[in-house]
């Protein structure tokens, strides 16, 4: 049976010893406590550093707050602000034919469903879900690299994608860390158990995990 009270907070203990701040995008959400902010950092956020990311969300909503806004501006100026940001050019295109639909079809707001944000030019299911969560307070669990694979290398659940991943967790981790998962181990896995060579001899929940997949550790 997992503590899970006592593990997250092992690993939050442990994060914020090693001076992990937040996900950039969590910060933008406690910054403007607004959906379409959460829409659009997370868009920028994919496939970018998490300091890129928070510097090219600024930058952007700082020009273009609302789907009006962004509307006024060029795409070549969307792909000015979120510079260097991977895949700028196709981004800005998407925020601008997002900031169209909501306009048209959602009186200038964010849509507060899943499949609703899915069906958004270039919304994945995590840019989904983190929206969900963050913008609106939503549980939902976000599943992105990091949290697939450290719940798979912890052993709490066994599966090979993260759509497979965020089902699965669904049905072993308490509601209440459904939100909190998503930022916790995004820092988790770039501070400590990274993709290759995990530090696991700094690891504080290393006696209750599996360890699946490590073949070398530091």
């Known amino acids: 049976?997992?503590?899970?009270?006592?593990?997250?907070?092992?690993?939050?203990?442990?994060?914020?010893?090693?001076?992990?701040?937040?996900?950039?995008?969590?910060?933008?959400?406690?910054?403007?406590?607004?959906?379409?902010?959460?829409?659009?950092?997370?868009?920028?956020?994919?496939?970018?550093?998490?300091?890129?990311?928070?510097?090219?969300?600024?930058?952007?909503?700082?020009l273009a707050p609302t789907p009006a806004k962004m509307l006024q501006l060029r795409q070549q100026q969307i792909e000015e602000a979120i510079y260097p940001a991977g895949f700028y050019r196709t981004k800005a295109a998407n925020m601008?034919?997002?900031?169209?639909?909501?306009?048209?079809?959602?009186?200038?707001?964010?849509?507060?469903?899943?499949?609703?944000?899915?069906?958004?030019?270039?919304?994945?299911?995590?840019?989904?879900?983190?929206?969900?969560?963050?913008?609106?307070?939503?549980?939902?669990?976000?599943v992105d690299t990091h949290v697939h694979r450290i719940s798979n290398r912890m052993g709490w659940i066994t599966t090979k994608t993260p759509e497979q991943s965020e089902v699965a967790l669904q049905h072993v981790m308490p509601r209440r860390y459904w939100i909190p998962l998503n930022e916790l181990l995004v820092s988790y896995g770039q501070a400590i158990c990274t993709p290759i060579s995990p530090r696991c001899s700094i690891c504080p929940v290393i006696d209750v995990c599996q360890r699946q997949g490590v073949d070398k550790s530091r």
Not at 96 to 116: F, H, M
Request: hydrophobic share 45%.
């Open 1 to 62: 049976m997992i503590d899970w009270d006592d593990v997250f907070a092992r690993m939050h203990k442990a994060v914020t010893k090693e001076g992990k701040i937040l996900p950039s995008v969590s910060t933008i959400a406690s910054e403007r406590h607004d959906p379409f902010d959460v829409l659009i950092s997370t868009l920028i956020s994919l496939r970018t550093k998490d300091e890129v990311t928070l510097v090219a969300s600024r930058r952007l909503l700082g």
């Open 96 to 142: 601008l034919a997002i900031s169209r639909i909501l306009l048209d079809q959602y009186d200038g707001k964010v849509p507060s469903t899943k499949e609703e944000l899915m069906a958004l030019p270039g919304v994945g299911i995590k840019t989904a879900n983190l929206t969900l969560n963050l913008g609106f307070g939503i549980d939902a669990i976000c």
